[in-house]
């Protein structure tokens, strides 16, 4: 039996974008996408629940499991180690479900080389879209302030690079909508789509 | 001023798959599509109307503008020809506005060589995509009628190659859902995005 295998999203963007945001307004709606929780070390917040916002780990348990070789991507941010569990992607996308990891950039460039099929959505403040959008539709008419900001916006341009799409994070809705089309577009996509016919073309010749 | 360019999406696919319902189903929803509509000579079916359904036009009429080279593809079938109006389809482009056309296999092959940028979308049969998921799913159980009917469709397979996506038409709903998904989620592509950016960093060096 050939199972079609479900594909990785990984939803990422500069910090303070609102990742996390979005995210949860996602599952909030109706989605067949199966949310990979990620693993800390920081200790829960108010209201955060072990196994639903974090897999809530000490140190030692987290730098074991990656000695193991348990985690697709990991990093530590102010002195608290974050990652992602291996065995809960990989199984999830063999049995032919979406998979949602919600992310760091460094995170998501470490995903990247290990799931090189993946899907890699960039979100980005509606600030730099803005701001773009001035200089795009005025031309000529752009004040040395914007080209200040501009370029001091090049590094998240530069980072949009690594990423398959680009969400402007303007309004929660639009940017959940966004990414359920994107959703939904890559299940439609001919080069997958193709493969599992070609698939069937090739069983057929046995 | 620099003005982003809209995007050219054309559904297609083999005859009698339902590319005109799905066509009418998705213009009476709200959307920012432009439906670029089609010249024919053949006569106006009862319900039919010049300049909302087809441009109607003599064969003299369709020679010259074929010759003027105002056609960016057309094709003849029983007799009649049938072709898509560049004028139309360009500035619409040029304003910023995306613009749909709905037309055969043949006529999706000319606009492919002219318009390289579009997005092609083929519409496959239901009955396809359930004869390569009984294949698929069930692997070895495949009864020779099946593989005989697979084989059958090999053409429609090979004429998906030709496409970006492919949308089954199970369902009118579905797939009018699965289009508008792939015009949002194109619109978010990072290809598309970011040569906004950098266009907007170009001038920023100005």
Known sequence: MIKEKGILFVLSGPSGVGKGTVRKALFEQDTALRYSISMTTRNPREGETDGIDYFFKTRDEFEKLVSEGELIEYAEYANNYYGTPKTYVQQ???????????????????????????????????????????????????????????????????????????????????????????????????????????????DDEK
């Open 92 to 202: 999830t996308l063999d049995e032919g479900k979406d998979v949602f990891l919600e992310i760091e950039v460094n995170g998501a460039l470490q995903v990247r080389e290990n799931f090189p099929e993946g899907v890699f959505v960039f979100l980005i403040p509606p600030s730099l879209e803005e701001l773009k959008d001035r200089i795009v539709n005025r031309g000529t008419e752009t004040e040395d302030k914007i080209k200040a900001r501009l370029e001091a916006a090049r590094d998240e341009i530069d980072m949009m690079d690594k990423y398959d799409y680009v969400v402007v994070n303007d309004n929660i809705e639009h940017a959940v909508k966004k990414v359920q089309s994107i959703v939904v577009s890559e299940h439609c996509k001919r080069t997958r789509v193709a493969k599992q016919y070609k698939q069937a073309l090739e």
